[in-house]
């Protein structure tokens, strides 16, 4: 096998940080995909915050088997906590964050830092990839819930588009230190951190670089927060007043009108449906029954009072 490192300018260290809770059963998965990095010169910040599940006992494995395999344990303080933490220990000149159930290709780490080591300039570099979806196995991924394009990748896209048009899963990013600097997620949210961070850093104006090819895999399932539609109209509501913070006011008043009217169509399109559903045969039908249905438990309930006064 080659010596990929050679291919390199300076051979920068990659720094991955896995926050982990109650995921444990996907942990395998997740450092083995980190362990078949063509590129080996890497350092994997395996944050336990707080999990009550068996992420001692498989991390454990891990570190037996290769020393660039970091543990830390950490009292539970949410997701952002735990890559904050991450973020203070990392020695890499190159940020890579992986959630615990989500899988990188062995590629990621090799074609991002080619394409940077191409580009010779002081700005910060930020690579970002392509994805797919999975739920059990990904090497049986489906196309993703949005298409990433180069486009979209700018701060005023980033701000607008965000959920509406497209969303970047954090573990497509490879993230040059300095555009870190300096940077903490908010411990005060618990969704839409991520799109806080891309807006933090686009805001530095980054050297972008992009790669339209599938090289992480984001994995859905049950548990995951971005199933519930309420939890995720609660999280915009609680990230609007962070994004004030980092925009202009012409900007943010943007934002709100393009959601204020992302909302009122979405409740138009609601009130059609419900519309067309009340006029139909089998809701008709339907209401009849349970008008029938209602009578015949009324006049069980009276005769049931009516024997019982006998």
């Given at each position: 096998?080659?010596?990929?490192?050679?291919?390199?300018?300076?051979?920068?260290?990659?720094?991955?940080?896995?926050?982990?809770?109650?995921?444990?059963?996907?942990?395998?998965?997740?450092?083995?995909?980190?362990?078949?990095?063509?590129?080996?010169?890497?350092?994997?910040?395996?944050?336990?915050?707080?999990?009550?599940?068996?992420?001692?006992?498989?991390?454990?494995?891990?570190?037996?088997?290769?020393?660039?395999?970091?543990?830390?344990?950490?009292?539970?303080?949410?997701?952002?906590?735990?890559?904050?933490?991450?973020?203070?220990?990392?020695?890499?000149?190159?940020?890579?964050?992986?959630?615990?159930?989500?899988?990188?290709?062995?590629?990621?780490?090799?074609?991002?830092?080619?394409?940077?080591?191409?580009?010779?300039?002081?700005?910060?570099?930020?690579?970002?990839?392509?994805?797919?979806?999975?739920?059990?196995?990904?090497?049986?991924?489906?196309?993703?819930?949005?298409?990433?394009?180069?486009?979209?990748?700018?701060?005023?896209?980033?701000?607008?588009?965000?959920?509406?048009?497209?969303?970047?899963?954090?573990?497509?990013?490879?993230?040059?230190?300095?555009?870190?600097?300096?940077?903490?997620?908010?411990?005060?949210?618990?969704?839409?951190?991520?799109?806080?961070?891309?807006?933090?850093?686009?805001?530095?104006?980054?050297?972008?670089?992009?790669?339209?090819?599938?090289?992480?895999?984001?994995?859905?399932?049950?548990?995951?927060?971005?199933?519930?539609?309420?939890?995720?109209?609660?999280?915009?509501?609680?990230?609007?007043?962070?994004?004030?913070?980092?925009?202009?006011?012409?900007?943010?008043?943007?934002?709100?009108?393009?959601?204020?009217?992302?909302?009122?169509?979405?409740?138009?399109?609601?009130?059609?449906?419900?519309?067309?559903?009340?006029?139909?045969?089998?809701?008709?039908?339907?209401?009849?029954?349970?008008?029938?249905?209602?009578?015949?438990?009324?006049?069980?309930?009276?005769?049931?009072?009516?024997n019982f006064f006998k």
């Amino acid at each position: 096998m080659p010596d990929i490192e050679n291919c390199f300018m300076n051979n920068p260290i990659v720094s991955i940080i896995v926050p982990c809770y109650n995921q444990a059963q996907y942990l395998d998965e997740c450092l083995q995909s980190v362990l078949n990095q063509t590129y080996e010169k890497w350092e994997c910040i395996i944050v336990n915050d707080g999990s009550p599940d068996q992420t001692d006992e498989i991390v454990q494995k891990w570190l037996d088997k290769d020393s660039r395999f970091q543990y830390v344990y950490k009292k539970n303080g949410g997701l952002s906590s735990a890559r904050n933490f991450g973020l203070n220990v990392a020695k890499g000149e190159y940020i890579q964050f992986l959630d615990s159930d989500d899988v990188l290709d062995s590629n990621k780490f090799e074609l991002s830092l080619l394409e940077a080591n191409r580009r010779n300039t002081e700005q910060g570099k930020i690579i970002i990839t392509n994805f797919r979806i999975f739920s059990v196995n990904s090497k049986n991924s489906i196309d993703p819930f949005c298409e990433i394009k180069y486009d979209y990748l700018n701060f005023k896209e980033l701000l607008l588009g965000w959920d509406s048009k497209f969303s970047i899963p954090i573990h497509c990013g490879l993230f040059e230190v300095s555009l870190l600097k300096n940077f903490k997620f908010s411990e005060e949210i618990r969704a839409k951190e991520d799109w806080l961070m891309w807006l933090e850093v686009f805001k530095k104006k980054p050297e972008l670089l992009f790669i339209d090819k599938p090289l992480v895999y984001y994995r859905t399932h049950a548990g995951s927060m971005t199933y519930s539609r309420e939890f995720m109209t609660k999280s915009l509501i609680d990230v609007l007043p962070h994004i004030d913070k980092i925009v202009s006011k012409e900007e943010f008043n943007e934002l709100l009108l393009i959601r204020l009217k992302d909302a009122l169509e979405k409740t138009n399109n609601f009130e059609k449906k419900y519309r067309s559903i009340k006029e139909s045969n089998s809701f008709k039908v339907g209401l009849k029954i349970k008008t029938i249905l209602k009578q015949f438990y009324l006049l069980f309930f009276a005769k049931k009072v009516m024997n019982f006064f006998k």
